[in-house]
C-alpha cells in the first residue's frame, strides 16, 4: 500500500548525485587522505559555496570545526503550528510564489489532551480555527504540504515520511533531530531561519565541533534507547553539548531500531533543552531499512542503498570515513545500561533506576504519583507501545489495573490506526488508559488535568516525553515531572508509587499473591506494515496554487499581515533615544515572553505587548518600569510605566528608540519575534557589551542593529532618557560593513566608540529595513 502523501510531487529523495559531488570539492579543499565525520559530510555536502566557507575565519581551512561560517542550502523545510504563523507571514511579504525547497506543515501543538481524541480533537480544531485556515490557505498558494489537526506530532510525521540518510533539514521546532535516527542533519531554528531556506538565503550556521558516542554491547531487558539520552543527558551537561553536533558510531549502533535511535536523536537537540547540541546523528545502518520499506519507501531505499554501497569508488556520504576524528568522544556500553528516571524540573537530572528509591527519599519528593503518560513525539513507535503493551497484558493478566491515570498518545496517525489494527489501543483502553489525539497536548501544556490536583499543590506525575520543566504540561509549577522510557512509565503506573521499581519490587494483586513484571518485550516493526489511517489526516499536494486566497481576517486578534518596516533614513541616525538600560542577563525570553503571549505568535502588534517586559532596569530595579523622560509632568517627574507601552507612544509620536544592555544579550532560543517586536516599536539600536550570536543575526535580518561598546566601562556612560546619534554608521552600512562607529551620546556629547560584527550582505539587510525587504526588491527588480 502507499501512504497518503506518496503521491505528491515535492521530491522526498536527496539530491544524492549532487551532494556527492559536493563532497568531491569537500576534500578537494581538505586534501584526499582527510578523514571525516558523517556530520561534515551531511553538511560540507549542503554548503552553498564549500571553498568560501571552508576557508572563511580559518587558516587555510585548518580548524573549521567551531570557526568557520557555513553558508548552507537544507533539502527541506518542517514547521508545526505555532511557530509556522510568523514563518509564514514573513515569507508571504517577500512576494515570491512559492517555497523554494520542499516545505511542510504540521498541526500538532494548539491540540489539547484531555477526555481523548475523540472529544478533544473538534474542539481544538473549533477553538483555533482562524489559525488553521491561514495556515492552510497559505500552504495551497504557496505549495506546501499541509498536514491537518489530528494527522500527528511534526516529528514523527517527518521520520515517517520526509527524514532520509543524507538529507539536511530545518524544522521550526526544538526536537527536529528526531530525524537523525534516519540519518539526517536536522535541525531545530527559529522562524527566520526556516525563512532564509524557503526564500533560496544561505543559512548560516558556525562549523559545529563532533562529539562522538561511541555505542558497544546491545540493549537487553528493561533498558530502552530512551536511556542512553536519559544517561548521556546527564553526563554533557557536565560536559557541555553546546555547538557540537552528536554523532553515534561503533558496533552497538547496529543493534538499535531506526525509531529507538530517533529516540535518542530527539533529545539530543539544539537549545540547551536538554543536552543542548546542534543536532544528533546515525549512520545509515541495516536496522533503517526495514523501517523504509514498511513506511513504503522502497525508492529511498534504493537510492540511499546504492549511496552507501561499501567497497566502491570515491567518498562515502552516508558513513563516516573509518578515522575520522571527533573533538571528544564518550563511550557507552549498551548491555550494562540500565533505565534511568530524569527530573523533576530539568531533563538533565539523571538518576540511574536502582538509586531513584534513594533519591525520592533523600529530596523528600512525593512517593505517589498521579499519572503516567506515555507516547509523543518521543516515544510512540511501534517499539515502545507493544513493549508497553506487554506490561499491560501481564499486568492485567494478574488483575491489576494502574493506580495512576494512564494515558497514550499516539504520534501520528499511521501509528495510531497500526496500534488499533493490531489491538495495542484496545489493550491500553480496556486497562483503563485513555489514547489522546495524535498530537502534542500534554506535552505542551495543552491538558486540562481532571484528576482534582489544584495549583500550586505539590504532586508528581511521569511521562515518556523530553522536557520537564515547571509548569510544562499541566501548568502547575508545583508538578514534578519525571522522564522516563514508556516501559519504565508503564510499569510504575500500576504502583502509583516513585519508589516502585519494576525491576525487583512487586505489587499485591486482589488475590493477595505478589505480582512481579518480567522484562518487557515487543516488536520493532508491525509484521503487516504500517496501515494507511484516516484518509482525513493526509496532507494537501505540495503544489503551488497562486490564486488561491490566504485566509486572514481583518478583525483577528491572532494573525497580522507584516507590513514591510521602513528603509534605513538616508543619513545618521539623529536624537535616537535611549528606552531602557537592562542589568544582567536578558534572554529572549526576556525580550518576549512566552506562555499566554503563544496565542497571539501570528499577530505581531498583539504579540509586541510583551516586549521586554522581563527586562531588568539598571537604575532602579524593577522589572519592566520604564521612564518618559521627554515628557515631564508638571512635578518635573518623568512618568512611568511598562516598557512597551512607552515603546509605543514613542513609536506613535514617530521617535526612534535604543536600547543598553549588558552580556549576551538575547541568549536563549532563536525566538524571531525578540527581534521583530523592537523593530515593530520603533527599536532602531540595540547597545550591548556582547549579544548571543543567534540573536545578533536575527537583529540585523530584521533591520536593527547590533553595536557592541569597544570599552564595556561604557556601559556606565549611557543612561535611559539619553539622547544618541551615530557617527559613522550610515557609511559603514554603505561601504558593506567598513568603517568606524561610535556614538555621540546626552547634552554633554561625550563619545563612546562601538564595535559590529556587520557583513556585506547584513548591511544590505540594515539599509533595506529588512532582509525581506532586500529580497522583495531582487524579486520585483
Ligand atoms: Fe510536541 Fe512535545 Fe514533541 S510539544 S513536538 S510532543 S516535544
Not at 107 to 124: F, N, Q, W, Y
Not at 262 to 271: F, K, P, Q, R
Not at 330 to 341: F, N, Q, R, Y
Request: proline share 7%; net charge negative.
Amino acid at each position: 500500500p502507499k501512504t497518503p502523501a506518496s503521491s505528491n510531487v515535492a521530491p522526498r529523495i536527496p539530491p544524492y548525485k549532487r551532494l556527492l559531488g559536493k563532497l568531491k570539492e569537500v576534500y578537494k579543499v581538505f586534501g584526499k587522505k582527510t578523514q571525516l565525520t558523517l556530520a561534515e559530510k551531511i553538511l560540507y555536502s549542503h554548503l552553498d559555496n564549500v571553498e568560501e566557507s571552508l576557508l572563511s575565519n580559518t587558516h587555510n581551512g585548518k580548524e573549521v570545526r567551531g570557526n568557520a561560517t557555513l553558508k548552507l542550502k537544507p533539502d527541506r523545510v518542517a514547521m508545526q503550528d505555532a511557530s509556522a504563523q510568523m514563518a509564514l507571514l514573513q515569507f508571504m511579504s517577500c512576494g515570491l510564489p512559492s517555497t523554494a525547497v520542499p516545505t511542510s506543515i504540521h498541526c500538532d501543538h494548539m491540540i489539547v489532551g484531555e477526555r481523548g481524541a475523540d472529544v478533544d480533537l473538534p474542539a481544538s480544531i473549533t477553538g483555533n480555527k482562524e489559525v488553521f485556515d491561514f495556515l492552510e490557505s497559505a500552504a495551497k498558494k504557496y505549495g506546501i504540504e499541509f498536514w491537518p489537526p489530528g494527522a500527528g506530532i511534526i516529528h514523527q510525521t517527518v521520520l515517517e515520511n520526509y527524514a532520509a540518510p543524507g538529507l539536511m533539514m530545518l524544522g521550526t521546532d526544538s526536537h527536529t533531530p528526531n530525524a537523525g535516527g534516519l540519518g539526517a542533519i536536522a535541525i531545530g531554528v527559529g522562524g527566520a531561519d526556516a525563512v532564509d531556506a524557503m526564500v533560496d538565503a544561505p543559512w548560516e550556521l558556525k562549523a559545529p565541533r563532533v562529539l562522538g558516542v561511541k555505542l558497544e554491547g546491545q540493549l537487553s531487558g528493561w533498558a530502552a534507547p530512551k536511556d542512553i539520552i536519559m544517561m548521556l543527558a546527564g553526563l554533557l551537561t557536565v560536559r557541555g553539548g553546546t555547538g557540537f553536533i552528536l554523532e553515534y558510531f561503533g558496533p552497538g549502533v547496529d543493534t538499535l531500531s531506526c525509531t529507538g535511535m530517533s529516540t535518542v536523536c530527539n533529545m539530543g537537540e539544539y537549545n540547551r533543552a536538554e543536552v543542548g547540541a546542534t543536532t544528533s546523528i546515525f549512520p545509515f545502518t541495516e536496522s533503517m531499512k526495514p523501517y523504509l520499506r514498511s513506511t513504503h519507501r522502497l525508492d529511498l531505499l534504493q537510492k540511499a542503498s546504492s549511496y552507501a554501497a561499501i567497497g566502491g569508488k570515491g567518498p562515502q556520504l552516508l558513513r563516516a570515513d573509518p578515522e575520522a576524528v571527533y573533538d571528544e568522544v564518550v563511550t557507552i556500553d549498551l548491555s550494562s545500561l540500565e533505565p534511568h528516571i530524569n527530573g523533576p524540573f530539568t531533563p538533565d537530572l539523571s538518576t540511574p533506576l536502582s538509586q531513584f528509591k534513594n533519591a525520592v527519599k533523600v529530596n523528600e519528593w512525593p512517593e505517589s504519583f498521579g499519572a503516567g503518560l506515555i507516547g509523543s513525539c518521543t516515544n510512540s513507535s511501534y517499539q515502545d507501545m507493544t513493549r508497553a503493551e506487554d506490561l499491560v497484558k501481564q499486568a492485567s493478566a494478574a488483575g491489576l489495573e494502574p493506580k495512576a491515570d494512564f494515558f497514550i498518545t499516539p504520534g501520528s496517525e499511521q501509528i495510531r490506526a497500526t496500534l488499533a489494527r493490531d489491538s495495542t489501543l484496545e489493550t491500553f483502553s480496556s486497562a483503563g488508559g485513555i489514547v489522546l489525539a495524535n498530537a502534542c497536548g500534554p506535552c505542551i501544556g495543552q491538558w486540562k488535568r481532571t484528576d482534582g490536583v489544584s495549583k500550586g499543590e505539590t504532586n508528581a506525575i511521569f511521562s515518556s516525553y523530553n522536557r520537564n520543566f515547571k509548569g510544562r504540561n499541566d501548568g502547575n509549577p508545583a508538578t514534578m515531572n519525571f522522564l522516563a522510557s514508556p516501559e519504565i512509565v508503564t510499569a510504575m503506573s500500576y504502583a502509583g508509587s516513585t519508589t516502585f521499581n519494576p525491576l525487583t519490587d512487586t505489587i499485591p494483586t486482589p488475590s493477595g499473591d505478589p505480582f512481579q513484571f518480567s522484562p518487557p518485550s515487543g516488536l520493532d516493526l508491525p509484521s503487516a506494515g504500517f496501515a494507511q489511517g484516516n484518509p482525513n489526516f493526509a496532507p494537501t499536494p505540495g503544489i503551488p496554487s497562486p490564486d488561491h486566497p490566504v485566509i486572514i481576517s481583518p478583525s483577528s486578534d491572532r494573525l497580522a499581515v507584516l507590513e514591510p518596516f521602513a528603509p534605513f533614513p538616508a543619513g545618521e541616525l539623529e536624537g535616537l533615544r535611549v528606552l531602557y538600560k537592562v542589568k544582567g542577563q536578558c534572554t529572549t525570553d526576556t525580550i518576549s515572553a512566552a506562555g499566554p503571549w503563544l496565542k497571539y505568535k501570528g499577530h505581531l502588534p498583539n504579540i509586541s505587548a510583551n516586549t521586554l517586559i522581563g527586562a531588568v532596569n539598571a537604575e532602579t530595579g524593577d522589572t519592566n518600569v520604564a521612564y518618559d523622560h521627554f515628557d515631564l509632568a508638571e512635578s518635573g517627574e518623568p512618568p512611568k510605566s511598562g516598557i512597551p507601552q512607552l515603546a509605543e507612544k514613542w513609536k506613535n509620536q514617530g521617535k526612534e528608540w535604543m536600547v543598553v544592555a549588558e552580556s549576551n544579550y538575547g541568549e536563549g532560543s532563536a525566538r524571531e519575534h525578540a527581534a521583530l517586536q523592537p523593530r515593530y516599536l520603533g527599536g532602531r539600536v540595540i547597545l550591548a557589551k556582547s549579544f548571543a550570536r543567534i540573536h545578533e543575526t536575527n537583529l540585523k535580518k530584521q533591520g536593527i542593529v547590533p553595536l557592541v561598546f569597544e570599552n564595556e566601562s561604557d556601559y556606565e556612560t549611557v543612561r535611559a532618557g539619553d539622547v544618541v546619534s551615530t557617527v559613522g554608521l550610515f557609511d559603514m552600512l554603505k561601504n558593506g560593513g567598513k568603517g568606524d562607529v561610535s556614538l555621540k551620546v546626552g547634552k554633554g556629547e561625550q563619545v563612546i566608540k562601538v564595535k559590529h560584527t556587520i557583513s556585506k550582505d547584513q548591511a544590505g539587510f540594515i539599509l533595506a529595513g529588512s532582509a525581506l525587504n532586500l529580497l522583495a526588491k531582487k524579486e520585483g527588480s
